[in-house]
């Protein structure tokens, strides 16, 4: 199984402010996904990066999927009280698996007011 | 469309009880996962099954957790006797598998108190 490492655990700033949090591995990836948590909610996709060096954005947030496709990056610009949540990077576990995923740990975001 | 549902959304039981968290997963998905999550270990599969069938259940602690998907459109997770350590979210998620890297949609999860 692959081992996944996200950093900052926790992240704590105020509204306004940019903000990157890493997933990072010692194997390749296939593919990677990001997802959020909102309190008391269930994950939810927010990105598929598939090839390396690629970039994905969506509104304030950008996704950057390393060139060796063994790290991945997400930058918030201008933070707000609702990108809040828990943020999980996610790849296929290996060999025939249907669909199951390997989970980081997460790194939890609160944006103050 | 209605996403995963799961019931019930919160349970609090007394340790020695137990307690039955159930799954309807995407109509038309083919893959249903069942994971816990808390503080200290993040978010852990726990089985997960292909077409009803029970493909792995390496997750899952001990005797005490059992999966069943008798049908497409159900699941259960039980959990006899329950302890206070399996206090925790329980998620359900589903997803359609046709090879590559698929979404998980997951549910709003089961919070469960174990007293």
């Known amino acids: 199984t692959q081992l996944l490492e996200q950093s900052p655990q926790f992240l704590s700033i105020q509204e306004g402010e940019n903000l990157t949090v890493y997933c990072n591995s010692s194997?390749?990836?296939?593919?990677l996904q990001w997802y959020r948590q909102e309190p008391g909610e269930g994950p939810v996709l927010l990105v598929t990066v598939v090839t390396g060096g690629e970039v994905k954005k969506l509104k304030r947030l950008t996704f950057q999927f390393g060139d060796a496709r063994k790290d991945s990056s997400l930058h918030i610009t201008a933070a707000q009280p609702g990108d809040t949540g828990l943020y999980l990077c996610a790849t296929r576990a290996g060999g025939t698996s249907y669909g199951k995923l390997t989970f980081g740990q997460g790194t939890i975001l609160t944006v103050h007011p | 469309d209605a996403g995963v549902i799961q019931s019930p959304r919160h349970e609090v039981t007394e340790m020695g009880q137990e307690v039955t968290l159930r799954c309807k997963p995407i109509?038309?998905?083919?893959?249903l996962f069942w994971y816990r999550q808390t503080m200290m270990r993040g978010l852990e599969l726990l089985i997960y099954f292909n077409n009803n069938v029970p493909i792995d259940d390496s997750g899952m602690p001990e005797d005490r957790f059992s999966a069943k998907m008798p049908n497409a459109s159900f699941s259960t997770l039980k959990i006899q006797p329950s302890e206070p350590r399996d206090s925790a979210v329980y998620f359900c998620?589903?997803?359609?598998?046709?090879?590559?890297?698929?979404?998980?949609?997951f549910g709003p999860g089961t919070r469960l108190l174990v007293l």
């Open positions: 998620a589903s997803s359609l598998d046709t090879g590559g890297l698929k979404t998980q949609y």
């Open positions: 194997s390749v990836f296939s593919s």
């Open positions: 109509s038309g998905h083919n893959s």
